[in-house]
């Protein structure tokens, strides 16, 4: 069983940083592309609801949303099966619940995508 297990929430004030880990555990074999979404309040628990914020291919090329660009860095450590988001100069509108995503084969060389649970951060004054 494959597990993605996020870290680092919080609330903090506008302005300030924060860093949100995540790690896969189980049987991996490897891990392709990871990536970082969120789901603003208010918005239906979808996945169609969550926005890429992020994503890291294994080779380490990056991807970001316009909303991120200049202020988030993702970076990962496969010797750890694990991912990170650093967030800088936090914005009101950064709040959500953030999820760890990634296309991780296992097992007996099955690959599927996996989702963590989410962890909340909240930027308020």
């Known amino acids: 069983q494959v597990q993605l297990v996020e870290s680092g929430g919080g609330l903090v004030q506008p302005g300030t940083s924060l860093r949100l880990s995540c790690t896969a555990s189980?049987?991996?074999?490897?891990?392709?592309?990871m990536s970082w979404y969120r789901q603003a309040p208010g918005k239906q628990r979808e996945l169609v609801a969550r926005d890429l914020v992020a994503s890291i291919s294994r080779r380490g090329s990056t991807k970001y949303a316009d909303s991120a660009k200049g202020r988030f860095t993702i970076s990962r450590d496969d010797a750890k099966n694990t991912v990170n988001l650093q967030m800088n100069s936090l914005k009101l509108e950064d709040t959500a619940v953030y999820f760890c995503?990634?296309?991780?084969?296992?097992?007996?060389?099955?690959?599927?995508?996996?989702w963590g649970q989410g962890t909340q951060v909240t930027v308020s004054s």
């Open positions: 995503n990634a296309d991780i084969t296992y097992d007996g060389n099955w690959r599927s995508n996996f």
């Open positions: 189980g049987s991996i074999i490897g891990i392709e592309e």
